[in-house]
């Protein structure tokens, strides 16, 4: 038997098996794509580690700009944690082999990020996530660890609010299948998909691992904080990365005003840029004083993006940019040895809320969480599936409920098309659930869900095929953001207070420190969401 399932194979889900292998576990890997196509290969800045080169920076600094981001809403101890352990992280995966950027010494390069005080950010060009993605893969490929590539996530199996294993669609075959395991961690990344359209994510961060933890029982916290990255490109949405600011890229808008301190925290540049553009503005960055020399040795992958999605070149022309939703703070609620209210139920990276982000993310902060809190929790899990070893059942009443509904969707009337719904849901969220909020917006976008909700049975898939039947995957897909909506919305709704990411123009901004941090919690009972204010649940 398995005794560590990772669901989910980006930098998180990575860095836990490798260290669940380590432990002694039988690990395997289960995915819904493959490894290298996850969405940490989008990252592109760095990973922040207070390296103290030429003793600009430090562990107790790093720290302090975490707490400052988090406006309230962090945990001290677990930022602590996260921080301390940054050049630990860095030197780990420089063992491995991960290709940083070096100084003319050797040493690994750093650039400032948004919010920091410091050069901090250790990277790799332009490709960091995926450099870091790949070399973690190739030391994964070379243990003894299992991997399922193009399994679908359907539920977790939970008996006496104990998991025992998952439930699964294998893509290839459209069998739906039950695998065991004595722990499960949690790697699915976060749910910015459901802003379909305006995102920076892949088409694949559908927030599947999420709605099935709540399902399971699991509490939810903090839905309603989404950060959105200040420069996409303006047509497509994809990311421009916050180095080519850190290298010293001005914002201005088309009188050629500079208009916000472009190292500000995201929150507040992704604000700034919102509101030139409402007002009528169009938004450029410009990085053409940095020189061509320096833009192909250092953002390759920026004038690369940019030719082909804006038709410029950005060494002589500036760069038409948007803010779009980039990263989803909120998620499962983890303590500290990153365990679920399931016993047995791991979760790390983006679909955790371990408390280190809080109301708005440091950029450079969420490579850092996947390494450093992915390895901690493949450590707990193999230790957990030492001390409370499992018979999971080849058959439970889970497999057989999700066996049965995987049979009946082929036979749903499809007389509404739900990707019209999902487009559609993915502009109403980014003009209401985005940047600038009010409680009239967010109940109109509600109601909208709820209809939705009603509507999934009217709805359905046209292809009947059982191989690689992608149209049913994205129908399974839309309802778990369907259902993931909902509690954002909730949220976002009961937070009477702008704080971070969350901005309501019907309440002023407070002060963090006078409010005080209050978590908002989210849970299912008998099928019903429930939601409340306070602290952990």
Same mark, same amino acid.
């Given at each position: 038997?398995?005794d560590? %399932? ?8 990575l ?14 890997? &289960?995915? *819904? #794509? ?5 969405q #940490? ?24 700009d975490t ?18 352990k940054?050049?630990e ?22 650039r ?21 993605l ?18 679908f %996530? ?63 029982g ?9 950060q ?6 303006? *047509?497509?949405?994809? @990311? ?10 001005? &914002? %201005? ?9 472009? @190292? ?25 004083? %940095?020189g ?5 040795e250092?953002l ?10 804006e ?61 450093v ?35 009946a ?16 849901m ?16 967010? *109940?109109g976008?509600l ?8 509507? &999934? ?37 009961g ?18 420190? *006078?409010f ?22």
């Amino acid at each position: 038997m398995i005794d560590v %399932l990772i669901i989910g194979g980006g930098g998180a889900g990575l860095s836990a098996a490798l260290a669940a292998q380590e432990a002694g576990a039988k690990v395997a890997v &289960l995915g *819904k #794509t493959y490894p290298t196509r996850s969405q #940490t290969s989008m990252a592109q800045g760095g990973i922040n580690a207070a390296l103290g080169n030429a003793g600009e920076d430090s562990i107790e600094a790093h720290i302090a700009d975490t707490l400052k981001a988090s406006h309230g809403l962090g945990s001290e101890e677990m930022i602590h944690r996260l921080c301390a352990k940054g050049p630990e992280a860095v030197s780990w995966l420089d063992a491995l082999g991960t290709p940083f950027s070096r100084l003319d010494g050797g040493k690994v390069a750093q650039r400032r990020l948004g919010g920091a005080s410091a050069k901090r950010a250790c990277y790799a060009q332009d490709y960091t996530g995926l450099k870091i993605l790949h070399t973690l893969y190739d030391a994964a490929s070379g243990r003894e660890i299992a991997f399922y590539d193009e399994y679908f %996530l359907l539920n977790f199996i939970v008996e006496e609010n104990r998991v025992l294993g998952v439930t699964v669609i294998e893509t290839g075959s459209g069998e739906v299948k039950a695998i065991g395991a004595k722990s499960v961690v949690m790697a699915t990344g976060g749910y910015a998909g459901i802003y379909r359209g305006f995102t920076t994510n892949s088409s694949a961060s559908t927030g599947d691992g999420t709605a099935a933890a709540i399902r399971a029982g699991a509490v939810l916290s903090d839905m309603e904080f989404i950060q959105f990255h200040p420069t996409a490109l303006k *047509k497509s949405g994809v @990311l421009i990365s916050e180095s080519a600011r850190g290298a010293g890229g001005y &914002l %201005l808008n088309a009188k050629g005003e500079r208009f916000v301190d472009e @190292l500000a925290p995201r929150d507040v540049v992704a604000k700034a840029i919102w509101e030139q553009i409402e007002s009528g503005e169009e938004v450029f960055l410009d990085i053409r004083h %940095l020189g061509e020399a320096f833009i192909e040795e250092n953002l390759p992958q920026e004038r690369k993006l940019a030719r082909l999605y804006e038709g410029i070149d950005l060494c002589k022309e500036m760069i038409p940019v948007k803010p779009v939703a980039h990263y989803t703070m909120g998620g499962v609620e983890v303590d500290g040895k990153h365990m679920t209210k399931v016993e047995g139920l791991f979760a790390a990276g983006e679909c955790a809320n371990a408390y280190v982000h809080g109301a708005n993310r440091l950029g450079g902060n969420s490579l850092l969480e996947t390494v450093v809190f992915g390895k901690e929790a493949g450590t707990e899990a193999a230790a957990f599936a030492r001390l409370n070893g499992s018979t999971a059942p080849a058959s439970s009443a889970q497999f057989e409920k999700d066996s049965a509904f995987v049979a009946a969707i082929p036979h749903f009337t499809n007389q509404i098309d739900f990707y019209e719904k999902r487009d559609f849901m993915g502009k109403i969220f980014y003009r209401n659930v985005g940047i600038l909020r009010s409680e009239m917006g967010l *109940k109109g976008v509600l109601a909208v869900i709820r209809q939705m909700q009603k509507e &999934l049975p009217f709805m359905g898939i046209a292809d009947k095929s059982r191989e690689y039947n992608t149209n049913l995957l994205e129908f399974i897909e839309f309802g778990n953001m369907v259902e993931l909506a909902e509690t954002i919305l909730v949220g976002a709704i009961g937070r009477n207070e702008s704080r971070g990411a969350h901005q309501r123009v019907d309440f002023p901004r407070e002060d963090d420190e *006078k409010f005080g941090g209050v978590h908002s919690l989210s849970w299912k009972e008998n099928g019903v969401l429930c939601n409340e204010f306070g602290g952990m649940k």
